[in-house]
């Protein structure tokens, strides 16, 4: 209960007429900057207690014996706190000076509490799903916008730990989170290991041959030590991965890690790879060529590449089947671009503080349809607007980082419906 007190006090929710437990009227100037890691829970306020002004920080809790529960009064991080907030002052409390800290009971609306109550314990998938269309559109764009932004940001803690680890290198970086999309969910972490254990540099070492490129993706896959596999390509691409695997001090991965049940045949992991190595034979320095493109369609095409001659009558290694191109589809070619280029072309940006980057992904993301999941299925149910990738990335993080974690309190739409506003 905590969190709705925080959220009470944050947004000056409460009663006006407050008072400290001994009687004197308090005015709330400032509330202060909320803090979510150790310490006071918001630094920085400033209080009038009477006819003096105080400055320093809040200390909330249910009850004034939860500040002894805590032991702060044994804590000097609690010394500079100039009052404490409850919902029922049951003892008078002390800081590690021993100096009485002034407290206050807090009083609200029992509209919040009643609303809070509800939207935490739904049993719906959106707490607020006969509510959302309601909100006026202007703030729904505001919070839909401010959705996609937390999203990028979100995906750019992944892409800032594998820039420590390469040393900057937006190449290998762009790599390995393309490596990872191309698992498509169902084998995204077994791509991504994939290309953690086979460095950029070998393959562009061996990228003018495709042959090379392709043995070096499937060997490091395990892919290339089944012995009832019997045709030439295989033969040669286990020659040629055994060759490079000692020359570059290679250690494969176990095959299994693959997954291929239930996986539609364009979309098997062997075709993935081998879609895979004919990107990176055919565009050396792919990221410095997206960086240096603003449009969307040229870098469309720069991932518009068909998988080797084996792979048109092949799903699998060793059967034969029927000559099909085996190009990205349109869909699978949108989620790269969605979570591929977008996120790091916008992290790059941050990271050489140059908004064009920034704008051009999402302008990007504005051009490209959105996606059609179980999450934007059912927003759209609620009349939520669906346009665009944009829209959809938006929806995405509502529903897993709001919504399922009923983080309601931290909500746009939530703090509508609390407030009754």
Known sequence: MEDILHYIWKFRLFNKDMKTTDGKPIEVIDVGIHNFNEG????????????KVWAGNIEIHQNSKDWIKHKHQESKSYNSVILHV???????????????VPQCEISYPDSINENYEFLIHSKTDIPCCNYIGDMPTLHLNSWMNSLLIERLERKSNHIKELLARFNNSWEDVFYVILSRNLGFGLNSDSFERLALSLPLKYILK????????????????????????????????QKEYEFLRNKYDLKPL??????????????????????????????????????????????????????SEYWQTHYAFGSLSERKSKYLGDASLDIILINTVVPLLFIYGK??????????????????????????????????PLNNAADSQAMIQLKREYCELRKCLFCRIGHRLLTNQ
């Open 206 to 237: 061996q990228g003018d041959n495709i042959i090379q490129t392709e043995a070096l993706l499937f060997g490091q896959a395990g892919m290339l030590d089944d012995a009832k596999v019997k045709d030439d390509y295989y033969s040669l691409l």
């Open 351 to 384: 990271f050489v503080d140059s908004d064009k980057y920034c704008e051009r992904a999402l302008s990007f993301l504005e051009m490209i349809l959105p996606e059609k999941n179980s999450i934007t299925k059912r927003f759209s149910q609620l009349k939520m």
């Open 40 to 51: 006071p829970d918001f630094f920085n306020a400033k209080i009038k207690i009477e006819d």
């Open 86 to 100: 409850v919902k029922k002052a049951d003892c008078e409390v002390v800081n590690e000076l021993e100096q009485s």
């Open 254 to 307: 176990e095959s299994y890690i693959f997954k291929s049940m239930r996986t539609r045949p364009n979309s098997m992991p062997q075709i993935r790879i081998a879609q895979l190595a004919a990107l990176l034979h055919s565009s050396k320095a792919l990221f410095s060529k997206i960086i240096n493109c603003d449009d969307l369609g040229r870098i469309r095409l720069m991932f518009h590449v068909n998988a």
